[in-house]
């Protein structure tokens, strides 16, 4: 039984960089060594190597780990392989299992014993006379005889009882254990695979662990199409995908991974030339196969077929993703033409359309929001509104906050261009640069009503108990009065921040007053939120209270172009600012209480980007004012 303390010594014995340094080019920087992480790709080393802590992490991606689990995770092993070829190594003996672990890793062995005779049988049946359907099939294709060998094509034959007689030195319940022959109450059992062209389904390490078969026959409706083994001990579906063991080299040197939706999709791809490809077996994508794919690139590709039926197949995909997402780390999406799957498009228009489609991959998001917007009709206020709560059940699904707080943002901006498009010339007697309005006559119209007198006694003292109660606290910061005075400035950009900043914990009450005032409907004019403010003791722009931060959008002479565009990048710091600030009184806490290398490293991450938000508050301002 492997002990922890057995484990230890192990990995105690293990030099760590010897280790890895065989696969990754390692440099000595002081304690540590470091590399270009080998599990993303990057231009900057992030990747360190320390000997002493016997660990690995990288800064980019989160990968972290010790000598047992760079085995399994880079190499390819399982735990009892990699434990194996470390003890050799270190010329230590590993100690017997438990009987009932020795038992089942036995029945594994066997296992693959038999789907090893399995697939040679199938292979001979394709040469065969009886096989020349299938080959007849497979000419259709334009499968070569390389492809064909390369991808261990075979044919089942008919017959329910074939197979048991080919493969009579192995029991029949190992048959039906390893999910060839299925056995049925008061009837003898039978074959699994009946007259089908079949396709072995193979391990990390290459091994057959499955078979997949496409029927020949027409004439059988009541028959699937394919049909795939069932899970086995060697056949997990959800976390197998076809083809990884060739598709991850090739995806280490062309830097992608592409997700296809079935093995004869792969296969197509792979004789046309683009050898990185899997597929999932029979199932939506799962997690593991997503972290599994993460592994190889950090945004794999989802090409899937435009009918309905292949993009649901991808929004699953995207809704199992969206909890998983982690910084760099994401998915890709492509749509291919409706009617028209890989191979399809590749022999009606050739490689390079299928090329310029896959260069075309867009953006999670972007296909979330697509997705959103096409699914239900957006008519009427609550069509919208309806929209608006999909947007947000999926950014709640993320359980990364920055990456949350970074969707809803973007999917909010979207949803407010769609929803409140600008309208020129709306106000009575024309508009004004800044986006406020001009009275018309002495009382002058507020959407077409009568526009209220903003220092009424009425207002200003509305005002001033919003004021007061906020005085005592919040964030009465520089930034905080900044950006408040760069919103009074350029009330059209209220609409456009509005929901951004209502989300955001800890914000200066003012905020909430300043959104009731000028929302995206009826917005106030500069002038008269000054004079609002003015006389409820808020200082206006230039003022003591914010002179320490001179931003480029509170400058008399600002372009307005440019103005809305640092306003935007100082609320990005405003909204950014909570979230970071308590992710990382998350990751001290977590370090303090478990004094773990990963919880060290995360909050040393965290500080890492506390470090960068400040200094990018510096620049921006002493930049922004000096310009």
């Not at 190499?75 to 003890?87: H, I, N, R, T």
């Not at 200003?460 to 919103?487: C, T």
């Amino acid at each position: 039984m492997l002990t922890p303390q057995w484990l230890d010594q192990l990995r105690s014995r293990t030099t760590l960089s010897a280790l890895i340094g065989r696969s990754v080019r390692l440099q000595k920087a002081g304690r540590e060594h470091k590399a270009c992480c080998p599990f993303h790709n990057e231009k900057s080393p992030s990747f360190t190597v320390n000997d002493e802590k016997g660990f690995y992490h990288c800064f980019g991606c989160g990968a972290h780990g010790d000598a047992i689990r760079w085995m399994t995770d880079h190499q390819g092993l399982d735990f009892m392989d990699a434990v194996k070829e470390l003890a050799a190594e270190a010329g230590m003996d590993v100690p017997a299992p438990d009987p009932r672990a020795a038992k089942a890793a036995e029945k594994r062995d066997t296992l693959h014993d038999v789907m090893h005779a399995a697939q040679d049988w199938f292979v001979q049946n394709l040469s065969s006379p009886q096989g020349e359907e299938a080959r007849a099939y497979l000419a259709t294709r334009g499968f070569d005889a390389h492809t064909v060998a390369r991808f261990g094509f075979g044919y089942a034959p008919e017959g329910r009882q074939a197979m048991k007689e080919a493969l009579d030195k192995f029991p029949e319940p190992m048959l039906i254990e390893a999910g060839l022959r299925i056995a049925v109450e008061n009837r003898d059992p039978y074959d699994r695979f009946r007259g089908r062209l079949m396709l072995p389904i193979e391990d990390a390490r290459g091994r057959v662990i499955a078979f997949g078969g496409r029927i020949l026959t027409k004439e059988k409706m009541d028959a699937p199409k394919y049909l795939n083994s069932p899970d086995t001990p060697l056949f997990d579906k959800g976390r197998t995908l076809y083809n990884l063991h060739r598709a991850a080299p090739a995806a280490r040197q062309s830097g992608r991974m592409i997700v296809v939706e079935g093995y004869m999709d792969v296969i197509a791809l792979a004789a046309a030339g683009i050898g990185e490809c899997v597929a999932p077996l029979g199932t939506a994508l799962t997690e593991h196969q997503i972290e599994m794919l993460w592994r190889q690139v950090e945004t794999p590709i989802l090409c899937f077929d435009g009918d309905t039926a292949g993009q649901r197949a991808a929004m699953r995909a995207i809704s199992r993703a969206l909890p998983l997402l982690r910084p760099a780390h994401s998915l890709r999406i492509v749509r291919l033409p409706e009617g028209l799957d890989p191979d399809d498009l590749i022999k009606a228009r050739g490689v390079r359309a299928l090329e310029e489609i896959l260069e075309g991959a867009r953006s999670l998001v972007e296909v979330l929001w697509e997705f959103e917007c096409d699914s239900h009709p957006l008519v009427t206020p609550e069509d919208k509104a309806g929209l608006k709560a999909r947007l947000i059940e999926h950014v709640e699904a993320i359980q990364h906050p920055d990456i949350a707080s970074l969707y809803r943002r973007e999917l909010l901006d979207r949803y407010s261009e769609f929803a409140f498009p600008r309208r020129e010339n709306r106000w009575q007697g024309g508009g004004q640069k800044g986006g406020g309005f001009t009275r018309s006559g002495p009382r002058g119209k507020w959407n077409g009503r009568p526009a209220p007198v903003p220092s009424s006694p009425e207002s200003i003292d509305r005002l001033k108990r919003r004021f007061d109660a906020g005085s005592g606290g919040g964030a009465r910061d520089a930034l905080s009065a900044a950006v408040l005075a760069g919103l009074i400035r350029w009330p059209s950009q209220l609409a456009r921040h509005a929901e951004a900043l209502a989300r955001t914990p800890g914000l200066d009450p003012r905020f909430e007053a300043l959104l009731d005032c000028c929302d995206a409907e009826d917005a106030l004019e500069s002038g008269a939120l000054g004079t609002i403010l003015t006389e409820n003791g808020l200082q206006p722009p230039g003022t003591a209270e914010y002179s320490g931060l001179r931003f480029s959008f509170l400058h008399p002479e600002a372009n307005e172009q440019q103005a809305v565009s640092d306003l935007a990048q100082a609320i990005d710091l405003l909204v950014e600012r909570p979230v970071l600030e308590a992710a990382l009184a998350q990751a001290t806490t977590r370090f303090e209480s478990e004094l773990s290398d990963e919880a060290f490293a995360e909050q040393q991450r965290l500080l890492k980007r506390k470090l960068e938000f400040d200094s990018r508050l510096r620049q921006m301002a002493t930049r922004q004012a000096g310009s």
